[in-house]
């Protein structure tokens, strides 16, 4: 039997990876004894607080499983967020190094906190995997979403680029700057009846947490940065690549539309960081060691301020 090599590092390093963040050996989150709280009483029953999908999922795991396998139950979502996201990169020139950069820029943030947010954003950017490169239907589209939007409700700003993606394969000033404007424009004009209607539980508490925002960090400069430069470069990018490009496009875009709700820009600017692994291995040469080197130094300063300078995780 064949084996190949490069499935095998992918699927070896995703159980790698969530061997760590199922242990946390370096420590808890914020959010770690919560969700180990909601995962011993969870039960079969309707709740506000984490979307209905996961409630699911939790619930089934806990049955089959029982209620003393929390560590196991973060491995498994782990793994399934990580091995999503490991597959689309690994289709990318210098894939091992994304998987470097991704392990030190989002697998802190995500997979070993944000454990929702992970699963989500793992299903969702599969979903625009498929869709971009195979001609999926436009029911299995909704079905992939819908599963998305189960597990978190933020991945719904994404939905558009799998339901609509032969529209993101287009080189459209017109659509860069609709992506960048419109987005922003409507969650601020109808954010008030989304507060009231409830449609979005977790919409009310982002708006209610205070916190500042740096529209001048490392962060939003080094992101900024590669958007110049793949706008620079769109031309160059493949058609199956360019709605990767537009959700860089759309999380900058909130980012800045949206500095009258501190919080939420910042999660969902953080979300679509993940499109800069896909789209920047396809640039020029020039342009692709400019943008390798951005993330490299970046995702470095991130790891470390993540666990030295400010730290995430205490207790380990």
Request: charged share 10%.
């Amino acid at each position: 039997m064949v084996i190949n090599k490069r499935k095998f590092y992918v699927l070896l390093t995703a159980l790698f990876l969530s061997v760590i963040a199922a242990l946390r050996p370096f420590g808890f989150d914020r959010d770690y004894f919560n969700y180990l709280k909601r995962f011993i009483n969870s039960s079969f029953q309707i709740n506000t607080r984490f979307e209905f999908g996961f409630e699911f999922i939790t619930n089934i795991f806990k049955l089959v499983f029982g209620s003393e396998t929390f560590v196991l139950f973060l491995f498994v979502l782990t793994f399934i967020a990580l091995i999503t996201k490991f597959s689309i990169l690994s289709r990318a020139r210098n894939f091992p190094l994304m998987i470097v950069i991704y392990s030190m820029l989002i697998l802190p943030l995500h997979e070993m906190m944000q454990i929702r947010v992970a699963l989500a954003s793992g299903i969702i950017f599969y979903a625009l995997f498929l869709s971009s490169s195979l001609e999926l239907s436009f029911i299995k589209r909704i079905l992939w979403v819908l599963t998305g939007i189960s597990m978190h409700y933020s991945v719904i700003l994404l939905a558009p680029l799998v339901l609509f993606t032969e529209l993101f394969k287009k080189r459209s000033l017109l659509l860069i700057i609709l992506v960048l404007v419109l987005p922003s424009l409507f969650i601020l004009l109808s954010i008030e009846t989304l507060v009231k209607l409830d449609f979005l539980p977790m919409l009310a508490h982002y708006i209610q947490m205070s916190d500042s925002v740096n529209l001048f960090s490392s962060r939003v400069i080094t992101l900024v940065a590669l958007i110049l430069i793949g706008f620079w470069n769109k031309n160059y990018l493949p058609k199956n690549v360019l709605p990767w490009f537009y959700m860089s496009l759309l999380g900058i875009g909130l980012f800045f539309g949206l500095q009258s709700i501190a919080v939420l820009p910042q999660r969902l600017l953080e979300i679509t960081i993940f499109s800069y692994l896909v789209w920047v291995p396809y640039l020029p040469k020039i342009s692709r060691i400019i943008g390798f080197s951005l993330l490299i130094v970046f995702s470095a300063y991130f790891f470390y301020r993540a666990f030295y300078i400010s730290p995430f995780f205490t207790g380990g």
